[in-house]
């Protein structure tokens, strides 16, 4: 069965504190794994697609990086705007592009 | 800019009627849409898959007769809640597919608050 595991569930940082979110992940093949962020209330926003084992992706303060197990989602030196949810998922080689998604990890990044 | 819309944002119905919520992808054509519910504090509950022209593939345990979808176009897909009842009362997303090459995203509208009274 896929399955996503997202951890740590919370994270507090001070600002400037860099840190990592830990996705982990058991597909049937491996199509994409892709991070979103999302605040309260709203839709989740597109961040990022990893394809392969080994790939890496960067926007701002934020890179993710691809293994056949887990993905990470680092980030440098946040700042306060930076909190909010990030949710991982998978998709997996199948014709229906349904996405798998983990529980999530709510960031709070204190000024 | 957004790239997929969902109307309404919010609503409020009373039991027993039925409430529309459309999705739209705005500046692509979509032929795989999502639609998912997400409780309070929860992550994403996938309800449908919605392809056009054909009929929506419906995950276990979710109501085809309650949880209507049509996918008429390829930039259109709508979710109707029938007979809603309070427990009903959820937030309600849409994503869908953009296939470009061998890749493809999947964006997500802004969601829709449906409260029933």
């Known amino acids: 069965e896929d399955q996503v595991t997202q951890s740590p569930e919370a994270l507090r940082l001070q600002e400037g504190e860099s840190s990592s979110l830990n996705c982990s992940y058991t597909?049937?093949?491996?199509?994409?794994l892709f991070w979103y962020r999302q605040d309260p209330g709203k839709g989740p926003e597109f961040l990022f697609t990893?394809?392969?084992a080994g790939e890496e992706k960067e926007k701002e303060r934020l890179k993710a990086t691809l293994t056949k197990k887990e993905s990470f989602l680092h980030i440098t030196a946040p700042k306060p705007e930076d909190s909010a949810t990030y949710l991982c998922?998978?998709?997996?080689?199948?014709?229906?592009?349904?996405?798998?998604f983990g529980s999530g990890t709510r960031l709070l990044v204190r000024p | 800019g957004a790239v997929v819309s969902q109307h309404p944002s919010r609503v409020i119905c009373k039991s027993g009627t039925s409430v529309k919520i459309e999705c739209r992808s705005l500046?692509?054509?979509?032929?795989?849409m999502f639609w998912y519910r997400q409780f309070p504090k929860q992550s994403l509950m996938l309800m449908a898959t919605?392809?056009?022209?054909?009929?929506?593939?419906?995950e276990q345990g979710v109501e085809k007769d309650k949880f209507l979808i049509n996918h008429a176009s390829l930039t259109l897909s709508t979710l109707t809640v029938t007979s809603a009842h309070p427990e009903d009362s959820s937030f309600y997303i849409c994503?869908?597919?953009?296939?470009?090459?061998?890749?493809?995203?999947?964006?997500f509208g802004e969601g829709s608050w449906l409260t029933v009274v």
């Open positions: 994503s869908a597919s953009r296939v470009r090459g061998p890749g493809n995203t999947i964006y």
């Open positions: 597909v049937s093949g491996l199509r994409g």
């Open positions: 990893l394809y392969s």
């Open positions: 998922a998978v998709q997996a080689e199948d014709s229906s592009y349904k996405l798998i």
């Open positions: 500046d692509f054509q979509a032929t795989t």
């Open positions: 919605s392809n056009e022209g054909s009929k929506a593939t419906y």
